[in-house]
């Protein structure tokens, strides 16, 4: 006599169908289409590459079904799991302790998450062409905070006086990369040695050579630092003054240049004035004590003199254009 399908027997359950044939091989009825990605004689299993809905584990034997989809996509990541997206994942629940849990991939070396679609902590860029998934991060343990990195861009955490991707350099004017120090760099110019600037004695500013976080001096003019080794126009700020065309520090204004009290810069005189070459110490007005044609300490053309108008003598004087003539009244 033949058996009654076992599909028959459970038509609440809706991923099964309600006609089956009989399996002489199996003995039973067979059903003869199964849904929700189910297979089996009774659609009693999930097909290759699902597995059991965690929230429906055990509609197969429940009479009254919450109607959940019975068997869920293992999707496992291409670039995160061992063989991409053809791989299969724990189709039920374990019954052994410590056994992967339900739906889990099988990861690659650096890759986690159920679907291994995430870079274990301290790796990062998941790639399929990767063969462990991800890339280890490469932190210096003596300038980051850790050995964790972006994800994304591998960029490790730095401490505070480190910089460059795995925080393996000092950050300007700072040496000695180490553990130890808390921040680890110290500042170069704590060893600078003493000079005399203007007849009294000043340090002299370091900075460090990222290459070998050497110490090496700043230029003498430069005041709290600098970016490159004796060059004025790398100065933090000036002890002195500064060019006003190019910001490099000086100690004093060069010919032809004057002395801005406000801004601290040597600023061009007027073009009327004349080089008087004699600017050789912070005492020299530098051919002129101004930016206009009155300030000049000589002219390149005539000079007219101002009259006053009380007691006629001269008060000043006016230089005039290189190739201009004196006016016809004088």
Do not use: W
């Not at 090496?216 to 700020?237: E, F, M, R």
């Amino acid at each position: 006599m033949v058996d009654t399908c076992l599909c028959l027997q459970l038509t609440s359950n809706p991923y099964f169908t309600s006609t089956c044939r009989y399996s002489s091989a199996l003995g039973q009825g067979v059903c003869d289409v199964c849904e929700d990605h189910t297979t089996g004689a009774s659609c009693e299993l999930c097909q290759a590459r699902f597995y059991r809905n965690p929230t429906n584990v055990n509609v197969i034997n429940e009479q009254d079904p919450t109607g959940d989809t019975t068997c869920l996509a293992c999707a496992c990541d291409a670039a995160g799991a061992v063989n991409g997206t053809l791989t299969s994942c724990v189709q039920y629940p374990p019954t052994v302790s410590g056994a992967p849990g339900l739906g889990q991939c099988a990861c690659k070396s650096n890759t986690r998450g159920r679907a291994c679609s995430e870079c274990a902590p301290q790796t990062y860029a998941l790639s399929a062409s990767n063969a462990d998934g991800c890339t280890s991060c490469a932190c210096d343990a003596r300038g980051s905070l850790n050995n964790n990195c972006n994800v994304n861009t591998g960029v490790c955490e730095c401490r505070a006086r480190t910089t460059g991707p795995t925080c393996d350099v000092c950050v300007s004017g700072y040496t000695n990369l180490s553990s130890s120090h808390a921040d680890g760099c110290v500042l170069c110019r704590t060893s600078g040695p003493t000079i005399t600037i203007g007849g009294s004695p000043a340090q002299l500013f370091m900075t460090s050579n990222p290459a070998t976080n050497a110490c090496l001096p700043c230029h003498p003019q430069c005041n709290q630092g600098c970016s490159s080794t004796l060059n004025a126009s790398s100065c933090t700020a000036c002890r002195g003054l500064a060019m006003g065309s190019t910001g490099a520090c000086v100690e004093f204004c060069p010919d032809n240049t004057f002395a801005d009290t406000q801004t601290g810069l040597c600023l061009p005189c007027h073009s009327t004035c004349r080089v008087t070459g004699n600017c050789r110490s912070s005492g020299d007005t530098c051919s002129c004590t101004g930016p206009t044609r009155n300030d000049c300490d000589e002219c390149v053309g005539f000079t007219i003199l101002v009259a006053s108008n009380v007691t006629g003598g001269a008060t000043g004087y006016q230089c005039l254009d290189a190739n201009a003539t004196c006016p016809v009244a004088m």
